[in-house]
């Protein structure tokens, strides 16, 4: 039996379990509705509550993700919705052509045309709002709004040529079990999103492709899940490396580490860029699978110092809790970051605070680097970095889905009584004010916390273009 059915067989509230469990109810519900694995540590104090056995809660757990849609609202029946947003304007014939799978609101596309060595022809995503801010940044490519699992080759070659490269992140849901390549066909309703990834690549055979993933990827089933993964590819003809890349480690204001996983049909290993910034601060990355797995600059001496928050985001007006913004401060100068990020028709957009309750506000102006910085009683359950304050001198953290919520994560602006602005966050992720996000504010926050930075795409199509 899985989470959710022991509970409702235990008679036991979603809040209650939640607060047995430290966790909050949002991040329980994420994981009964098998949008997230679970750590092991949960599953054995799951074990412990309802007296299972751990590997069959597992399984259960393991069988619930395989059969769940993915996507925003981790949907539990299949998407039928399908579209086609046309591209708006022509490739040249002298650029390098980018399939982007899973591409959502287009931040690693985005990162590829800013080389001018690239051009999208295609993204596919399961979300008709994603799929229209993809396009509408992205005039050359068309984009289908469709299942990986379930959309035709015949579609996807009707509406784009051939590509140099294939990129794209399939989301955590795909890290349950990967069958051997052999045994994968086409339209078998059991693959999973790495499986159809792969299929794609095997099925368009291009030069390169690039696979984004969580540093969790490393680490799951004890290093298996990623060998496998591997394998898969390995099978298909490529030669495949990865490595774990920081983005603040580029020059991005935020420190979010990705594992990024490259492969090559003609044997070539891939060059990895180098570092152009530093900070001195913990890092995920560690002997993980018996592998040493290094995500610092090896003592480079021409490193700059990272990013700070506060380099980013000093130039947006103060509001309070509920307000917004339409114009840049004048009163200071701006850095060169800012600069880079700043509107070129000088409009500020998404400058706009969420509205938080009395009791979230008052937890706001007590909070502190992380929970435990909290007066004892003002918050029952959480992780330890909810609720809690951005650090101005550092790049911030992993920006989430939800950062501007502060109940599950850390996001509150270092200086003012408030979580992030959407506006804000997508300075942290490195979109300029041009970027135009489509959606609702929940969806825009959604797009935004879940892209890959362009800088990230930036720095690996710079390399790749050095090796094509
Ligand atoms: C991590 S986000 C992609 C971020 C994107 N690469 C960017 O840079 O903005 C993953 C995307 O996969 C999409 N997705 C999830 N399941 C899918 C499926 N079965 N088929 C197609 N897209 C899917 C989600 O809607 C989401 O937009």
Same mark, same amino acid.
């Given at each position: 039996?899985?989470?959710?059915?022991?509970?409702?067989?235990?008679?036991?509230?979603?809040?209650?379990?939640?607060?047995?469990?430290?966790?909050?109810?949002?991040?329980?519900?994420?994981?009964?509705?098998?949008?997230?694995?679970?750590?092991?540590?949960?599953?054995?104090?799951?074990? =412990?509550?309802?007296?299972? +056995?751990?590997?069959?809660?597992?399984?259960?757990?393991?069988?619930?993700?395989?059969?769940?849609?993915?996507?925003?609202?981790?949907?539990?029946?299949?998407?039928?919705?399908?579209?086609?947003?046309?591209?708006?304007?022509?490739?040249?014939?002298?650029?390098?052509?980018?399939?982007?799978?899973?591409?959502?609101?287009? #931040?690693?596309?985005?990162?590829?045309?800013?080389?001018?060595?690239?051009?999208?022809?295609? #993204?596919?995503?399961?979300?008709?709002?994603?799929?229209?801010?993809?396009?509408?940044?992205?005039?050359?490519?068309?984009?289908?709004? =469709?299942?990986?699992?379930?959309?035709?080759?015949?579609?996807?070659?009707?509406?784009?040529?051939?590509?140099?490269?294939?990129?794209?992140?399939?989301?955590?849901?795909?890290?349950?079990?990967?069958?051997?390549?052999?045994?994968?066909?086409?339209? +078998?309703?059991? $693959?999973?999103?790495?499986?159809?990834?792969?299929?794609?690549?095997?099925?368009?055979?291009?030069?390169?492709?690039?696979?984004?993933?969580?540093?969790?990827?490393?680490?799951?089933?004890?290093?298996?899940?990623?060998?496998?993964?591997? /394998?898969?590819?390995?099978?298909?003809?490529?030669?495949?490396?990865?490595?774990?890349?920081?983005?603040?480690?580029?020059?991005?204001? /935020?420190?979010?580490?990705?594992?990024?996983?490259?492969?090559?049909?003609?044997?070539?290993?891939?060059?990895? *860029?180098?570092?152009?910034?530093?900070?001195?601060?913990?890092?995920?990355?560690?002997?993980?699978?018996?592998?040493?797995?290094? $995500?610092?600059?090896?003592?480079?001496?021409?490193?700059?110092?990272?990013?700070?928050?506060?380099?980013?985001?000093? =130039?947006?007006?103060?509001?309070?809790?509920?307000?917004?913004?339409?114009?840049?401060?004048? =009163?200071?100068?701006?850095?060169?970051?800012?600069?880079?990020?700043?509107?070129?028709?000088?409009?500020?957009?998404?400058?706009?605070?969420?509205?938080?309750?009395?009791?979230?506000?008052?937890?706001?102006?007590?909070?502190?680097?992380?929970?435990?910085?909290?007066?004892?009683?003002?918050?029952?359950?959480?992780?330890?970095?909810?609720?809690?304050?951005?650090?101005?001198?550092?790049?911030?953290?992993?920006?989430?889905?939800?950062?501007?919520?502060?109940?599950? $994560?850390?996001?509150?602006?270092?200086?003012?009584?408030?979580?992030?602005? *959407?506006?804000?966050?997508?300075?942290?992720?490195?979109?300029?004010?041009?970027?135009?996000?489509?959606?609702?504010?929940? /969806?825009?926050?959604?797009?935004?916390?879940?892209?890959?930075?362009?800088?990230?795409?930036?720095?690996?199509?710079?390399?790749?273009?050095?090796?094509?």
């Amino acid at each position: 039996m899985d989470i959710r059915t022991l509970r409702q067989k235990h008679g036991i509230k979603l809040k209650d379990l939640a607060n047995m469990l430290e966790i909050s109810s949002h991040e329980l519900s994420k994981y009964e509705r098998g949008l997230v694995c679970p750590p092991n540590s949960l599953f054995s104090s799951l074990s =412990d509550i309802f007296r299972v +056995d751990v590997f069959e809660l597992r399984n259960a757990h393991e069988l619930l993700i395989q059969n769940a849609i993915p996507g925003e609202g981790y949907t539990t029946a299949k998407s039928s919705h399908q579209e086609i947003f046309y591209s708006r304007s022509a490739t040249q014939s002298s650029s390098l052509k980018v399939m982007d799978l899973f591409c959502g609101t287009g #931040g690693f596309s985005y990162g590829f045309e800013q080389t001018q060595g690239f051009e999208v022809v295609l #993204g596919l995503d399961l979300l008709s709002d994603r799929a229209k801010t993809f396009s509408l940044n992205h005039p050359t490519a068309n984009v289908i709004v =469709d299942d990986i699992r379930y959309v035709s080759y015949e579609k996807l070659t009707s509406v784009a040529d051939k590509p140099d490269v294939i990129i794209g992140g399939p989301p955590c849901q795909g890290f349950s079990s990967i069958r051997p390549f052999r045994t994968l066909t086409e339209k +078998d309703s059991r $693959n999973n999103l790495y499986e159809s990834y792969a299929l794609v690549v095997n099925y368009y055979k291009p030069k390169w492709f690039v696979l984004e993933n969580v540093v969790g990827l490393l680490t799951h089933e004890g290093g298996k899940t990623l060998n496998a993964i591997l /394998q898969l590819f390995e099978q298909t003809g490529y030669t495949v490396s990865w490595k774990i890349l920081n983005a603040a480690f580029y020059g991005l204001p /935020q420190r979010r580490e990705r594992l990024i996983i490259i492969g090559n049909r003609h044997a070539k290993s891939f060059q990895w *860029p180098k570092p152009t910034h530093y900070f001195n601060g913990r890092s995920m990355a560690g002997n993980i699978c018996g592998q040493k797995v290094s $995500n610092l600059p090896l003592f480079g001496v021409e490193l700059q110092p990272a990013i700070t928050i506060m380099e980013a985001i000093h =130039d947006l007006p103060e509001i309070r809790s509920g307000e917004f913004a339409t114009e840049y401060r004048k =009163d200071i100068e701006i850095t060169s970051y800012e600069n880079s990020m700043r509107s070129k028709k000088n409009q500020l957009t998404l400058h706009e605070a969420t509205k938080h309750s009395p009791k979230m506000l008052n937890i706001i102006r007590n909070a502190g680097h992380n929970r435990h910085a909290l007066p004892m009683g003002l918050t029952t359950s959480g992780f330890s970095s909810s609720y809690s304050r951005l650090e101005p001198d550092m790049p911030s953290v992993t920006l989430t889905v939800n950062f501007v919520h502060p109940a599950s $994560n850390k996001c509150i602006h270092p200086y003012q009584d408030r979580a992030l602005t *959407p506006r804000e966050g997508a300075r942290l992720q490195g979109f300029d004010d041009d970027y135009v996000f489509i959606g609702s504010r929940a /969806q825009v926050v959604k797009q935004i916390g879940n892209a890959v930075p362009p800088i990230l795409g930036k720095i690996i199509a710079q390399a790749l273009l050095e090796q094509i």
